[in-house]
């Protein structure tokens, strides 16, 4: 099944970095974010950020636990991120932590891509698998 919408950001929340060495540093963020389309609901994420002295080289991982409805199914169930960027190369997987979910998304499985577009818009499509 694929679930598609588009998603808002709030309330980025930067810590001074807990580690910063020869240029480069490892710090902490939080932000929410509000799901429309397939999946309805909110969520809190929270990354670990390593960012270095050249301006498009960077790494961040982060757990999201997303609370709504999926295609009308409630619960909820969390996601984890592993994103690269090499002097403007990208990469992201977003998966869905196994046995995570709960409610009726008990079971759920999957992976989510997100895609930027060039007005900011952010929009999701989540391929998953529920029992």
């Known amino acids: 099944m694929t679930a ?3 998603f808002d950001t709030a309330g980025w929340d930067a810590k001074p970095p807990f580690d910063e060495r020869d240029g480069i540093t490892l710090g902490l963020v939080s932000m929410t974010k509000t799901f429309h389309g397939d999946l309805t609901g909110t969520s809190v994420v929270n990354l670990m ?3 270095t002295p050249v301006e498009d ?6 757990l999201e636990r997303i609370e709504g409805t999926l295609e009308g199914r409630k619960g909820s169930f969390v996601v984890a991120h592993h994103a690269v960027s090499d002097r403007g190369w990208q990469s992201l997987t977003v998966t869905v932590v196994p046995d995570s979910a709960t409610g009726d998304l ?9 895609t ?5 818009t952010h929009s999701y499509t989540l391929d998953h698998t529920l029992p």
């Open 4 to 6: 598609k919408g588009t």
């Open 116 to 120: 930027i577009a060039a007005d900011g």
């Open 57 to 62: 080289s960077r790494v961040y991982v982060a």
């Open 49 to 51: 950020v390593a960012s």
């Open 106 to 114: 008990t079971g759920l499985r999957g992976h989510m891509t997100i």
